[in-house]
């Protein structure tokens, strides 16, 4: 296979994935950019926040069940033998208890987070909680079509739900004033929770006869995923990815405390806008995983690693350019609520670079079942990153150098794992324990 058609191939199932995907996400942001137009400042606060810690949710325990049950998939269609029906079964069960047993939870203590910590109060709890189950399952969903290399459905299943919530959102800008005044920021919260549902929903319609679920056989020994299996992704992918959003919403809560909530709210409204410039390298990961499981050779998933970073790096570059291009409309638009953030952005973009290279690496850990190395090189980028932005905190400096420590944090963090690339490429047996 030579590298332009391994270019190619990505490429393809990148923008085939990206064009109903990119609206999903353009819809996920929207709903902060209207609640700006629309909400006060304590009341856009809240909102997002509420979301930034539905993130650390979503970003960590979703995230491990997406590649969970991406690998997982991927190794049953192409595999199918006894034992991977039997895991991916009980991974079935297991997914679906965490997702209600995290619910709970974070419906539970979601006064402490709030009230406690960041002195502020929402009656939208349960909403809270509700949307991240629905998120959760999707991320399954998600996880099982990628896993079967069913990238367009789901892009299309995507673009649906994504394009009938900024329908929602266009309504509420034009004729919703009232709404907010009456609802404040639950109405927001109302509308993700519709869009997570409808999702759900669309992808159970779209993937209740696909190739894993035929393959498996429900004959009523349905069991939790053995520790074992468990071990060797689904934890390490958890903690792996807790360590960065834990760690960004103890940077938000650093904020909170000694900045004031308008400046978590600005930091965590700035991640939010960044999310979607890692859209594309995040996916070009997902995407390469199943040919990495696939791939015997070290130098074949090397070629795929390499072509992976190529894409993503160069998606990087383009949404860095259109930040610039569009830095003034940026700050009208989220003047009520902060001044010039455009300034914040244009440093913190500068993390997407490695943090393009970062992923692709992370799924070849992945791939290799060396997920546990992978949550301690995510550890240590937490520790290295906490300790620069307390001290930058602690001595009372601007939020934009809260920015640079962000972007210092994953050149570290690139620089660790390309350290264990090198040496994973001159020995076959090495392991980091």
């Known amino acids: 296979m030579t590298t332009i058609y391994r270019l190619a191939l990505i490429l393809k199932k990148t923008i085939t994935f990206a064009m109903g995907n990119v609206v999903s996400r353009i819809a996920f942001v929207s709903v902060s950019l209207v609640a700006?137009?629309?909400?006060?400042?304590?009341?856009?606060?809240?909102?997002?926040?509420?979301?930034?810690?539905?993130?650390?949710?979503?970003?960590?325990?979703?995230?491990?069940?997406?590649?969970?049950?991406?690998?997982?998939?991927?190794?049953?269609?192409?595999?199918?033998?006894?034992?991977?029906?039997?895991?991916?079964?009980?991974?079935?069960?297991?997914?679906?208890?965490?997702?209600?047993?995290?619910?709970?939870?974070?419906?539970?203590?979601?006064?402490?987070?709030?009230?406690?910590?960041?002195?502020?109060?929402?009656?939208?709890?349960?909403?809270l909680a509700f949307f991240t189950f629905l998120s959760l399952a999707n991320f399954f969903l998600m996880g099982l079509a990628l896993g079967q290399d069913k990238s367009g459905q789901l892009s299309k299943n995507e673009f649906l739900s994504g394009t009938l919530l900024i329908v929602m959102l266009t309504v509420v800008y034009f004729f919703g004033d009232s709404w907010v005044s009456d609802h404040g920021h639950h109405i927001f919260l109302y509308m993700l929770c519709f869009f997570f549902a409808l999702s759900v929903l669309i992808n159970v319609y779209s993937f209740k006869n696909s190739d894993a679920i035929r393959i498996i056989k429900l004959d009523g020994k349905l069991k939790l995923a053995p520790y074992n299996h468990l071990k060797k992704s689904a934890i390490p992918a958890f903690l792996a990815n807790l360590a960065v959003t834990l760690t960004n919403w103890l940077i938000l809560l650093l904020l909170a405390q000694s900045q004031g909530a308008q400046q978590a709210g600005k930091f965590a409204t700035a991640l939010m806008i960044i999310n979607i410039a890692l859209y594309v390298p995040q996916l070009v990961s997902n995407i390469v995983l199943p040919k990495l499981v696939q791939a015997k050779e070290k130098q074949e998933k090397l070629n795929f690693l390499k072509s992976s970073a190529y894409i993503g790096v160069s998606f990087g570059t383009i949404s860095w350019i259109l930040l610039y291009l569009l830095s003034g409309i940026i700050n009208d638009v989220y003047k009520d609520q902060f001044s010039n953030l455009s300034s914040l952005l244009l440093v913190m973009f500068i993390a997407v670079f490695p943090i393009a290279i970062s992923k692709v690496i992370g799924q070849l850990l992945l791939s290799e079942n060396r997920m546990k190395l992978g949550a301690k090189f995510n550890l240590l980028w937490s520790v290295f990153y906490l300790a620069i932005a307390s001290v930058l905190l602690y001595i009372d400096v601007p939020i934009s150098y809260i920015g640079y420590s962000f972007v210092a944090s994953y050149i570290f963090l690139l620089s660790i794992q390309v350290v264990y690339l090198k040496r994973w490429l001159k020995s076959e047996s090495y392991y980091c324990y």
């Open 36 to 127: 700006a137009q629309l909400c006060g400042q304590e009341e856009y606060a809240i909102l997002v926040l509420l979301i930034a810690t539905f993130n650390m949710v979503n970003g960590s325990l979703g995230f491990a069940i997406f590649t969970t049950t991406s690998k997982s998939t991927a190794t049953l269609v192409f595999q199918k033998t006894e034992k991977d029906k039997e895991d991916f079964t009980s991974w079935l069960l297991t997914a679906l208890a965490l997702a209600i047993s995290v619910s709970v939870i974070c419906y539970q203590f979601s006064e402490l987070f709030f009230g406690k910590l960041f002195g502020i109060y929402s009656s939208g709890y349960g909403v």
